[in-house]
């Protein structure tokens, strides 16, 4: 699995809006991006399907900006997910593969399907608001490195 910039950024916006926006205020793409150093190009971009998913609403104008539609506890990491990259997890198989068939299928079965169900669970269950209040409370601690 290879998770994307866009997700990953899509993440840090919300995290971002979340944190930044009190009393449904908007958050404005300038801010986003020079807190977090993303782009502002590559940021409206990635937040526009969060948009269309009814995840944000944005606000035109100077005055305008991003705010959630929903409290963080009531949105699900599988909800913001599937708007980024509906594909996190895509396993094709070439069907001109010579391979035992039997042998696919076991592990399409038992490997590639119970990994798709464990991510799913997973991210049911973990909110924007578990993620707001990791990255408020600061716990998370960064790694050192020696030489």
Do not use: H
Not at 99 to 124: G, H, M, Y
């Amino acid at each position: 699995m290879k998770i994307s910039t866009k997700v990953e950024y899509g993440l840090v916006a919300l995290i971002d809006i979340a944190t930044n926006s009190s009393s449904g205020e908007v958050v404005t793409v300038i801010s986003i991006s020079e807190r977090q150093g993303i782009s502002k190009n590559y940021l409206e971009q990635i937040l526009t399907p969060l948009r269309q998913a009814g995840i944000i609403n944005g606000t035109k104008g100077a005055q305008g900006g991003y705010s959630l539609t929903t409290k963080p506890e009531y949105l699900k990491i599988s909800t913001i997910l599937n708007a980024l990259d509906s594909n996190l997890i895509n396993v094709v198989f070439d069907n001109s593969m010579k391979c035992d068939q039997n042998a696919i299928n076991v592990i399409k079965n038992n490997l590639w399907d119970k990994l798709d169900e464990s991510f799913n669970k997973l991210t049911d269950n973990i909110t924007l608001a578990d993620l707001v209040e990791e990255y408020k409370n600061g716990t998370l601690d960064s790694a050192m490195f020696y030489i």
